[in-house]
């Protein structure tokens, strides 16, 4: 394994990203840590906290903006957390140890990176369908109907994935979002996802901590990378040009999700 300063670096890689296009957390943080010798329950568990405590900032700022729809919070989280608790005593009851678990992370990986992918490439159009004056029409309508039971759905969704993961609770559940709640501002659905991801990635890194998948030290050192880096990216990403960042953002994860699927 490569020495602390290394781990400071990646740390600071990876908060320049998320400073600069909000997005990029966990879906950059695990596979590099893997690639640098991490292990995969490792890489996970740890990146888990250390997605609560760098969201938590900005879900202050948002709270205090009232950016934040707490009913969606909430309902998302009914469905989220309870997953992420069933998924968490899956892996320790069912299996004995990481190694015997570690296919099942890998391909979870893969996936929540494919559709994080696909979330920052065809974010655009999505943004474009929720800006408009959406159409009446028998799916829209079916979804109004039974918003309540469709976040509930996803939530849970989210709660095993992200917990699989460690990817998924930023870009992905922005798309959700934007799909279920076409009413909301871009600003609200931001501050309500990022709200969500913070207790979900919380209870789901406690629960690997447990399981002895979160590194602390490793932790420290990414974090002390990370936290000047955002605030630096965060400053620059008002001259960068979105359509640049996103997409490169998008075919790298894409691609990194083809090794971890069939490689």
């Given amino acids: 394994m490569i020495d602390?300063?290394?781990?400071?670096l990646v740390g600071a890689l990876v908060g320049f990203c998320v400073g600069l296009t909000g997005v990029g957390g966990g879906s950059l943080m695990t596979p590099l840590l893997t690639m640098m010798g991490v292990p995969l329950h490792t890489?996970?568990?740890?990146?888990?906290l250390y997605a609560s405590i760098t969201k938590s900032s900005g879900a202050v700022v948002h709270a205090g903006k009232k950016n934040i729809n707490w009913p969606v919070v909430l309902t998302l989280s009914a469905g989220s957390i309870p997953a992420a608790l069933l998924t968490l005593w899956a892996l320790k009851t069912l299996f004995g140890n990481a190694n015997e678990y570690k296919e099942v992370l890998t391909v979870s990986l893969g996936f929540m990176l494919m559709l994080t992918a696909a979330s920052l490439l065809f974010r655009k159009q999505l943004q474009r369908l929720h800006d408009a004056n959406p159409l009446q029409n028998h799916i829209r309508q079916v979804i109004d109907r039974h918003t309540k039971v469709f976040t509930l759905c996803m939530g849970l969704a989210l709660g095993v994935l992200v917990t699989l993961?460690?990817?998924?609770?930023?870009?992905?559940?922005?798309?959700?979002?934007?799909?279920l709640y076409p009413r909301l501002s871009t600003i609200e659905i931001i501050?309500?996802?990022?709200?969500?991801?913070?207790?979900?990635?919380?209870?789901?890194?406690l629960g690997h901590l447990q399981m002895g998948n979160v590194d602390l030290q490793l932790l420290g050192w990414m974090l002390l990378?990370?936290?000047p880096a955002i605030i630096a990216g965060t400053h620059l990403s008002s001259r960068m040009p979105d359509d640049v960042i996103r997409p490169i953002l998008g075919v790298t994860l894409a691609a990194l999700s083809v090794k971890f699927v069939f490689y």
């Fill in 4 to 8: 602390g300063m290394g781990f400071i």
């Fill in 225 to 227: 990378g990370s936290i």
């Fill in 191 to 205: 501050g309500t996802d990022v709200t969500h991801a913070v207790v979900l990635t919380l209870v789901a890194g």
């Fill in 43 to 48: 890489a996970i568990g740890t990146d888990l």
């Fill in 165 to 179: 993961s460690s990817v998924g609770a930023g870009a992905f559940g922005v798309v959700v979002l934007l799909s």
